[in-house]
């Protein structure tokens, strides 16, 4: 990308380089990611703003970052990490390098528990809310969404990474709403639960564990190889940490409890 760019460079000119270093660095995307960082740093909604101000002239210090930007994108860091956020059920969750990017796909697990439960979206229904256990958590996408589909929830959030546990209550402070019970507690599996105020059987635990076996590591993409947290992609050669969850679930659901999860397909 060049550097020497005139201190009158506009729009169109800067992201035309944008563009064209992606293209060298063999970006797949290039048009759309360098659309998507520029956006993000002049605080466009939309990307059709980018022909209606192509003649808008750029400050130096905007064309600095939106160089860095390209570059981070150009040695394959994924566009999540470089803008800070991934839009995961129609909510913006914080996400950075110690927890996994939110894919649309695992938005289905989400779908599932609303239609399993849809009890749970009367307000005046007398009984109690739905008991929610997302293990596992990371940036919390699927507990939060789940109140949010949801609605009358008391939601406890698991993870051994106190990094991606700091994501999470960033995410429940900015997303839940205000009247909304949850907790967030670290630990390995469900010894996480064992300070929890409430003992409570779970009505529901979704969970998206490590279950990537390390032998396929080098057929993934480098965005996802190289960048997203090893703890939270891989899991032990065996699975036993996967056979753990399952096994250790039954005693933290009420009878008629499910436990819905995210697995690889072999």
Known sequence: MQNEQTESADLRTVLAAGIQALRLSGSENARL???VLLCALLGFTDRSALILREALPLTAEQRR???AAIARRARSEPLAYIL???EFCSHRFEVNRHVLIPRPETE???EAVGRDFPECRNFDSPGPPLRVLDMCCGSGCLGISV???CGRVELVLADKSPEALAV???NAENILEKNTRWWAVQGDLFQALDDLPDQRPFDVIVANPPYIHPDEATALQPDVRDYEPAMALFCDPAGDLLARLIAEAAGHLRSGGRLYMEIADR
């Open 33 to 35: 990611d360098a659309e």
């Open 65 to 67: 970052d939106f160089q």
């Open 84 to 86: 800070g956020y991934r």
């Open 108 to 110: 289905l697990m989400v």
């Open 147 to 149: 109140a949010g589909e």
């Open 168 to 170: 999470c209550r960033r």
